[in-house]
Protein backbone atom coordinates (compact mmCIF):
# COMPACT_ATOMS: atom_id res chain seq x y z
CA UNK A 1 0.00 0.00 0.00
CA UNK A 2 1.31 3.28 -0.73
CA UNK A 3 2.12 5.92 1.44
CA UNK A 4 -0.63 7.90 0.76
CA UNK A 5 -3.17 5.18 0.80
CA UNK A 6 -1.99 4.61 4.60
CA UNK A 7 -2.40 8.50 5.52
CA UNK A 8 -6.22 8.24 4.09
CA UNK A 9 -6.91 5.10 5.98
CA UNK A 10 -5.61 6.35 9.49
CA UNK A 11 -6.75 9.48 9.08
CA UNK A 12 -10.48 7.94 8.31
CA UNK A 13 -10.26 5.59 11.51
CA UNK A 14 -12.91 4.88 13.35
CA UNK A 15 -14.60 8.30 12.57
CA UNK A 16 -18.49 8.61 13.28
CA UNK A 17 -19.04 8.59 9.27
CA UNK A 18 -17.06 5.90 8.41
CA UNK A 19 -17.69 2.89 11.03
CA UNK A 20 -20.09 5.01 13.29
CA UNK A 21 -22.88 5.55 11.07
CA UNK A 22 -23.08 1.36 10.14
CA UNK A 23 -22.61 -0.27 7.28
CA UNK A 24 -24.04 1.14 3.83
CA UNK A 25 -25.81 -1.72 2.36
CA UNK A 26 -29.04 -1.14 -0.57
CA UNK A 27 -30.29 -4.13 -1.44
CA UNK A 28 -34.05 -4.02 -2.60
CA UNK A 29 -35.85 -7.07 -3.90
CA UNK A 30 -35.65 -5.66 -7.85
CA UNK A 31 -31.85 -5.89 -7.31
CA UNK A 32 -31.97 -9.73 -6.13
CA UNK A 33 -34.52 -10.44 -9.42
CA UNK A 34 -32.56 -8.68 -11.86
CA UNK A 35 -29.36 -10.21 -10.35
CA UNK A 36 -30.26 -13.47 -10.81
CA UNK A 37 -31.55 -12.73 -14.41
CA UNK A 38 -28.58 -11.15 -15.17
CA UNK A 39 -26.68 -13.81 -14.24
CA UNK A 40 -28.79 -16.52 -16.40
CA UNK A 41 -28.34 -14.05 -19.07
CA UNK A 42 -24.66 -13.83 -19.05
CA UNK A 43 -24.21 -17.41 -20.09
CA UNK A 44 -25.66 -16.59 -23.50
CA UNK A 45 -24.09 -12.96 -23.91
CA UNK A 46 -21.32 -12.87 -26.86
CA UNK A 47 -19.78 -9.99 -25.20
CA UNK A 48 -20.63 -7.73 -21.96
CA UNK A 49 -19.88 -4.01 -21.76
CA UNK A 50 -19.54 -3.64 -18.15
CA UNK A 51 -20.06 0.17 -17.38
CA UNK A 52 -18.23 1.82 -14.08
CA UNK A 53 -17.99 5.17 -12.83
CA UNK A 54 -14.50 6.70 -14.05
CA UNK A 55 -14.79 8.87 -10.54
CA UNK A 56 -14.06 4.97 -8.80
CA UNK A 57 -12.88 2.30 -11.32
CA UNK A 58 -12.68 -0.27 -8.66
CA UNK A 59 -15.76 0.67 -6.19
CA UNK A 60 -18.08 0.83 -9.23
CA UNK A 61 -17.13 -2.91 -9.79
CA UNK A 62 -20.32 -5.69 -8.60
CA UNK A 63 -18.13 -7.91 -7.19
CA UNK A 64 -20.72 -10.91 -6.80
CA UNK A 65 -20.40 -10.74 -10.76
CA UNK A 66 -16.88 -10.63 -11.29
CA UNK A 67 -16.22 -14.10 -11.55
CA UNK A 68 -18.83 -14.56 -14.17
CA UNK A 69 -18.11 -11.42 -16.03
CA UNK A 70 -13.94 -12.25 -16.18
CA UNK A 71 -14.50 -15.43 -18.06
CA UNK A 72 -16.67 -13.72 -20.45
CA UNK A 73 -15.40 -11.59 -23.32
CA UNK A 74 -15.06 -8.15 -21.85
CA UNK A 75 -15.21 -4.10 -22.58
CA UNK A 76 -15.10 -2.03 -18.79
CA UNK A 77 -16.14 1.39 -20.03
CA UNK A 78 -15.38 3.69 -17.73
CA UNK A 79 -18.33 6.13 -18.32
CA UNK A 80 -18.26 10.15 -17.03
CA UNK A 81 -14.47 10.23 -17.76
CA UNK A 82 -15.23 13.88 -18.14
CA UNK A 83 -15.96 14.06 -14.35
CA UNK A 84 -12.71 12.09 -13.76
CA UNK A 85 -9.24 13.79 -13.38
CA UNK A 86 -7.24 12.98 -16.60
CA UNK A 87 -3.69 13.54 -15.01
CA UNK A 88 -4.61 9.63 -12.59
CA UNK A 89 -6.75 8.22 -15.20
CA UNK A 90 -3.76 6.96 -17.70
CA UNK A 91 -2.42 5.33 -14.73
CA UNK A 92 -6.00 3.59 -14.84
CA UNK A 93 -5.52 2.08 -18.15
CA UNK A 94 -1.78 1.15 -17.06
CA UNK A 95 -3.49 -0.90 -14.87
CA UNK A 96 -6.20 -2.47 -16.38
CA UNK A 97 -3.50 -3.22 -19.70
CA UNK A 98 -1.69 -4.93 -17.09
CA UNK A 99 -4.72 -7.13 -16.03
CA UNK A 100 -4.63 -7.56 -20.14
CA UNK A 101 -8.44 -6.63 -19.46
CA UNK A 102 -9.95 -3.92 -21.94
CA UNK A 103 -10.67 -1.31 -21.14
CA UNK A 104 -11.72 2.49 -22.48
CA UNK A 105 -12.70 5.94 -20.89
CA UNK A 106 -15.90 7.12 -22.33
CA UNK A 107 -18.34 9.80 -22.22
CA UNK A 108 -22.24 8.10 -22.87
CA UNK A 109 -23.19 11.42 -23.88
CA UNK A 110 -20.76 11.72 -26.70
CA UNK A 111 -21.07 10.02 -30.20
CA UNK A 112 -17.30 10.18 -31.03
CA UNK A 113 -16.60 8.22 -27.73
CA UNK A 114 -19.23 5.95 -28.35
CA UNK A 115 -18.07 5.28 -31.82
CA UNK A 116 -14.64 4.02 -30.17
CA UNK A 117 -16.23 1.86 -27.85
CA UNK A 118 -18.91 0.42 -30.72
CA UNK A 119 -15.21 -0.03 -32.50
CA UNK A 120 -13.54 -1.80 -29.99
CA UNK A 121 -16.87 -4.43 -29.24
CA UNK A 122 -16.83 -5.12 -32.98
CA UNK A 123 -13.00 -5.87 -32.92
CA UNK A 124 -13.60 -8.29 -29.59
CA UNK A 125 -16.57 -9.98 -32.08
CA UNK A 126 -14.56 -10.47 -34.84
CA UNK A 127 -14.05 -13.73 -34.54
CA UNK A 128 -17.52 -14.73 -33.90
CA UNK A 129 -19.10 -12.30 -36.18
CA UNK A 130 -17.70 -14.78 -39.04
CA UNK A 131 -19.60 -18.01 -37.53
CA UNK A 132 -22.78 -16.44 -35.85
CA UNK A 133 -25.96 -15.06 -37.39
CA UNK A 134 -27.25 -13.46 -34.02
CA UNK A 135 -25.04 -11.91 -31.40
CA UNK A 136 -25.72 -10.84 -28.04
CA UNK A 137 -24.20 -8.10 -26.18
CA UNK A 138 -25.07 -7.25 -22.46
CA UNK A 139 -24.60 -3.82 -20.25
CA UNK A 140 -23.96 -4.44 -16.80
CA UNK A 141 -23.17 -2.25 -13.81
CA UNK A 142 -23.92 -1.10 -10.92
CA UNK A 143 -26.61 1.85 -10.09
CA UNK A 144 -26.62 5.19 -11.89
CA UNK A 145 -23.09 4.88 -13.66
CA UNK A 146 -24.63 5.38 -16.87
CA UNK A 147 -25.90 2.62 -18.72
CA UNK A 148 -29.25 3.79 -20.06
CA UNK A 149 -27.44 7.05 -21.50
CA UNK A 150 -24.91 4.55 -23.45
CA UNK A 151 -27.78 2.67 -24.79
CA UNK A 152 -29.44 5.13 -26.27
CA UNK A 153 -26.23 6.75 -27.73
CA UNK A 154 -25.91 3.35 -29.15
CA UNK A 155 -28.99 3.65 -30.49
CA UNK A 156 -28.77 6.99 -32.09
CA UNK A 157 -25.90 5.47 -33.78
CA UNK A 158 -27.14 2.22 -34.94
CA UNK A 159 -30.18 3.88 -36.63
CA UNK A 160 -27.18 6.03 -38.57
CA UNK A 161 -25.32 2.75 -39.29
CA UNK A 162 -27.76 -0.12 -39.91
CA UNK A 163 -31.07 -0.64 -41.92
CA UNK A 164 -32.35 -0.62 -38.58
CA UNK A 165 -36.29 -1.33 -40.50
CA UNK A 166 -38.67 -1.17 -36.98
CA UNK A 167 -39.01 1.87 -34.37
CA UNK A 168 -36.07 1.99 -31.85
CA UNK A 169 -37.02 1.95 -28.36
CA UNK A 170 -35.59 3.78 -25.77
CA UNK A 171 -33.68 3.14 -22.29
CA UNK A 172 -35.19 5.18 -19.36
CA UNK A 173 -33.17 7.64 -18.24
CA UNK A 174 -32.95 9.44 -14.85
CA UNK A 175 -30.46 11.16 -12.09
CA UNK A 176 -31.51 8.98 -9.56
CA UNK A 177 -30.15 5.16 -8.65
CA UNK A 178 -33.16 2.70 -9.80
CA UNK A 179 -34.46 3.99 -12.89
CA UNK A 180 -34.31 0.94 -14.85
CA UNK A 181 -35.69 -2.47 -12.90
CA UNK A 182 -36.26 -4.65 -16.14
CA UNK A 183 -33.99 -6.39 -18.86
CA UNK A 184 -34.99 -4.96 -22.11
CA UNK A 185 -33.34 -6.03 -25.52
CA UNK A 186 -32.72 -3.46 -28.05
CA UNK A 187 -31.87 -4.72 -32.05
CA UNK A 188 -28.60 -2.22 -32.99
CA UNK A 189 -27.63 -4.01 -36.57
CA UNK A 190 -28.17 -5.98 -39.28
CA UNK A 191 -26.30 -9.01 -40.97
CA UNK A 192 -25.33 -10.24 -38.53
CA UNK A 193 -28.10 -9.51 -36.00
CA UNK A 194 -26.67 -7.67 -33.13
CA UNK A 195 -28.74 -7.16 -29.81
CA UNK A 196 -27.78 -4.85 -27.20
CA UNK A 197 -29.47 -5.96 -23.49
CA UNK A 198 -29.63 -3.13 -21.02
CA UNK A 199 -29.66 -4.91 -17.29
CA UNK A 200 -31.22 -2.61 -14.13
CA UNK A 201 -27.82 -1.59 -11.74
CA UNK A 202 -26.95 -4.24 -9.43
CA UNK A 203 -25.45 -3.92 -6.18
CA UNK A 204 -24.02 -6.62 -3.98
CA UNK A 205 -26.05 -7.80 -1.37
CA UNK A 206 -23.95 -6.66 1.90
CA UNK A 207 -20.86 -3.97 0.93
CA UNK A 208 -18.22 -5.13 3.12
CA UNK A 209 -15.88 -2.19 3.22
CA UNK A 210 -18.27 0.88 4.16
CA UNK A 211 -15.40 3.11 2.38
CA UNK A 212 -16.08 1.76 -0.59
CA UNK A 213 -20.01 2.08 0.36
CA UNK A 214 -19.17 5.76 0.97
CA UNK A 215 -17.63 5.99 -2.28
CA UNK A 216 -20.78 4.81 -4.24
CA UNK A 217 -23.08 6.72 -1.98
CA UNK A 218 -20.95 9.99 -3.02
CA UNK A 219 -21.22 9.03 -6.89
CA UNK A 220 -25.00 8.50 -6.65
CA UNK A 221 -24.72 4.70 -7.26
CA UNK A 222 -26.39 4.70 -3.62
CA UNK A 223 -29.77 6.67 -2.63
CA UNK A 224 -28.86 9.58 -0.78
CA UNK A 225 -31.65 9.00 1.84
CA UNK A 226 -30.03 5.38 2.62
CA UNK A 227 -27.02 6.82 3.61
CA UNK A 228 -27.54 10.59 4.76
CA UNK A 229 -26.41 13.25 2.67
CA UNK A 230 -24.55 14.72 5.73
CA UNK A 231 -22.96 11.46 6.07
CA UNK A 232 -21.57 11.52 2.55
CA UNK A 233 -20.12 15.45 2.60
CA UNK A 234 -18.20 14.72 5.57
CA UNK A 235 -16.47 11.59 4.02
CA UNK A 236 -16.14 14.07 1.18
CA UNK A 237 -14.65 17.09 3.15
CA UNK A 238 -12.29 14.22 4.51
CA UNK A 239 -10.92 13.43 1.18
CA UNK A 240 -10.34 16.54 0.05
CA UNK A 241 -8.56 17.67 3.21
CA UNK A 242 -6.42 14.54 3.35
CA UNK A 243 -5.82 15.36 -0.46
CA UNK A 244 -4.88 19.09 0.58
CA UNK A 245 -7.47 19.94 -2.48
CA UNK A 246 -8.52 23.52 -1.37
CA UNK A 247 -4.28 24.54 -1.50
CA UNK A 248 -4.32 22.99 -5.02
CA UNK A 249 -7.47 25.25 -5.83
CA UNK A 250 -5.61 28.30 -4.41
CA UNK A 251 -2.40 27.13 -6.67
CA UNK A 252 -4.58 26.42 -9.91
CA UNK A 253 -6.92 29.71 -9.67
CA UNK A 254 -5.58 32.28 -7.24
CA UNK A 255 -7.21 35.07 -8.83
CA UNK A 256 -10.54 33.67 -8.48
CA UNK A 257 -9.51 32.52 -4.89
CA UNK A 258 -8.71 36.59 -3.90
CA UNK A 259 -11.97 37.77 -4.22
CA UNK A 260 -15.24 37.40 -6.15
CA UNK A 261 -15.63 40.32 -8.70
CA UNK A 262 -19.44 39.67 -9.71
CA UNK A 263 -21.74 41.71 -8.03
CA UNK A 264 -25.70 41.93 -8.40
CA UNK A 265 -28.33 44.03 -6.77
CA UNK A 266 -30.43 41.42 -6.40
CA UNK A 267 -28.82 38.17 -6.84
CA UNK A 268 -31.45 34.48 -7.42
CA UNK A 269 -32.13 32.16 -4.64
CA UNK A 270 -29.66 29.35 -5.32
CA UNK A 271 -31.23 25.93 -5.69
CA UNK A 272 -29.03 22.35 -6.55
CA UNK A 273 -31.13 22.56 -9.80
CA UNK A 274 -29.53 25.42 -11.04
CA UNK A 275 -26.41 23.78 -11.23
CA UNK A 276 -27.75 20.88 -13.49
CA UNK A 277 -27.54 20.83 -17.59
CA UNK A 278 -30.75 22.40 -19.06
CA UNK A 279 -30.34 20.90 -22.78
CA UNK A 280 -34.21 22.53 -24.08
CA UNK A 281 -32.78 26.45 -23.37
CA UNK A 282 -29.92 28.10 -23.88
CA UNK A 283 -27.95 29.14 -20.23
CA UNK A 284 -28.94 32.39 -19.21
CA UNK A 285 -25.49 34.21 -18.63
CA UNK A 286 -25.95 35.66 -15.27
CA UNK A 287 -27.19 32.46 -13.77
CA UNK A 288 -23.99 31.45 -14.94
CA UNK A 289 -21.76 33.98 -13.63
CA UNK A 290 -23.80 33.36 -10.53
CA UNK A 291 -23.27 29.75 -9.84
CA UNK A 292 -19.32 30.31 -10.95
CA UNK A 293 -19.31 32.95 -7.76
CA UNK A 294 -21.48 29.96 -5.70
CA UNK A 295 -18.24 27.59 -6.77
CA UNK A 296 -15.70 30.52 -5.75
CA UNK A 297 -16.81 31.09 -2.66
CA UNK A 298 -17.14 27.63 -1.20
CA UNK A 299 -13.75 26.82 -2.62
CA UNK A 300 -12.19 29.73 -1.13
CA UNK A 301 -14.30 28.99 2.21
CA UNK A 302 -12.57 25.32 2.13
CA UNK A 303 -9.44 26.65 1.03
CA UNK A 304 -9.40 29.28 4.57
CA UNK A 305 -10.74 27.07 7.08
CA UNK A 306 -7.80 24.44 6.15
CA UNK A 307 -5.01 27.06 5.43
CA UNK A 308 -5.36 28.51 8.91
CA UNK A 309 -6.25 25.06 10.58
CA UNK A 310 -3.66 24.10 13.84
CA UNK A 311 -4.18 20.55 14.00
CA UNK A 312 -3.17 17.57 12.35
CA UNK A 313 -5.78 15.64 9.08
CA UNK A 314 -4.48 12.54 9.80
CA UNK A 315 -5.58 13.05 13.14
CA UNK A 316 -8.93 11.49 13.40
CA UNK A 317 -9.99 13.95 16.01
CA UNK A 318 -8.69 17.06 14.84
CA UNK A 319 -10.24 15.87 10.79
CA UNK A 320 -13.76 15.95 12.59
CA UNK A 321 -13.28 19.25 14.40
CA UNK A 322 -11.85 20.51 10.68
CA UNK A 323 -14.88 19.00 9.03
CA UNK A 324 -17.08 21.11 11.53
CA UNK A 325 -15.67 24.26 11.11
CA UNK A 326 -16.10 23.82 7.42
CA UNK A 327 -19.83 23.00 7.76
CA UNK A 328 -20.09 26.36 9.19
CA UNK A 329 -18.02 28.20 6.35
CA UNK A 330 -20.14 26.31 3.86
CA UNK A 331 -23.25 27.39 5.31
CA UNK A 332 -21.90 31.04 5.07
CA UNK A 333 -20.43 30.61 1.42
CA UNK A 334 -23.73 29.11 0.20
CA UNK A 335 -25.54 31.83 1.70
CA UNK A 336 -27.78 29.27 4.07
CA UNK A 337 -30.16 31.48 7.26
CA UNK A 338 -27.79 30.15 10.24
CA UNK A 339 -31.04 29.49 11.87
CA UNK A 340 -32.68 27.47 9.26
CA UNK A 341 -34.02 24.17 11.04
CA UNK A 342 -32.34 22.07 8.13
CA UNK A 343 -29.04 23.83 7.51
CA UNK A 344 -26.56 21.35 7.37
CA UNK A 345 -29.15 18.98 5.21
CA UNK A 346 -29.45 21.92 2.96
CA UNK A 347 -25.55 22.74 3.24
CA UNK A 348 -24.60 18.65 2.21
CA UNK A 349 -27.08 18.89 -0.68
CA UNK A 350 -26.22 21.84 -2.33
CA UNK A 351 -22.34 20.53 -1.88
CA UNK A 352 -23.03 17.39 -3.29
CA UNK A 353 -24.49 18.72 -6.41
CA UNK A 354 -21.50 20.60 -6.90
CA UNK A 355 -19.55 17.66 -6.44
CA UNK A 356 -21.60 15.23 -8.88
CA UNK A 357 -22.06 17.91 -11.59
CA UNK A 358 -18.35 18.31 -11.91
CA UNK A 359 -18.11 22.07 -10.21
CA UNK A 360 -15.39 21.18 -8.16
CA UNK A 361 -13.25 20.29 -10.01
CA UNK A 362 -12.37 16.39 -11.85
CA UNK A 363 -11.31 13.71 -9.19
CA UNK A 364 -10.69 10.19 -9.26
CA UNK A 365 -11.81 8.85 -5.43
CA UNK A 366 -9.99 5.17 -5.96
CA UNK A 367 -6.61 4.18 -5.33
CA UNK A 368 -4.77 2.94 -8.52
CA UNK A 369 -3.87 -0.84 -7.24
CA UNK A 370 -0.14 -1.02 -7.24
CA UNK A 371 0.93 -3.01 -10.18
CA UNK A 372 3.32 -6.51 -9.42
CA UNK A 373 6.31 -6.39 -11.51
CA UNK A 374 6.78 -8.97 -14.33
CA UNK A 375 8.49 -12.09 -13.17
Same mark, same amino acid.
Given at each position: MSASRKVVKKALGDMAFNCGGGAINWFPGHMAAATRAIRDRL???????? &???????LSSANADLQPQLCRKRRVIALNKKDLANQNVMHKWIQYFDSCKQDCLPINAHSRTSVQKLLGLVELKLKEVI????????? &??????? *?????????????????????KMKRATVGPLPGVTQDIAGYKIAHRPSIYVLDTPGVLVPSIPDIETGLKLALAGSVKDSVVGEERIVQYLLA????? *?? %??????????KLEGIQYESEEKPVYSPKDLLTNRRKPP???????????????????????????????DENNLELLIEQQFE???????????????????????????????? *? %??ILDDVPDIAPAS
Open positions: KLADLVIE &VRDSRIPAREPTLLVM &VVGVPNV *GKSVLINSIHRLASSRFPVQEVLNIR *GT %PFLWKHSNNRNTSDLIYIEDIVTEVKRALFVVLSEFQGDVEALQKALKIPHKASEARLMVSKKFLTLFRTGKL *G %PF
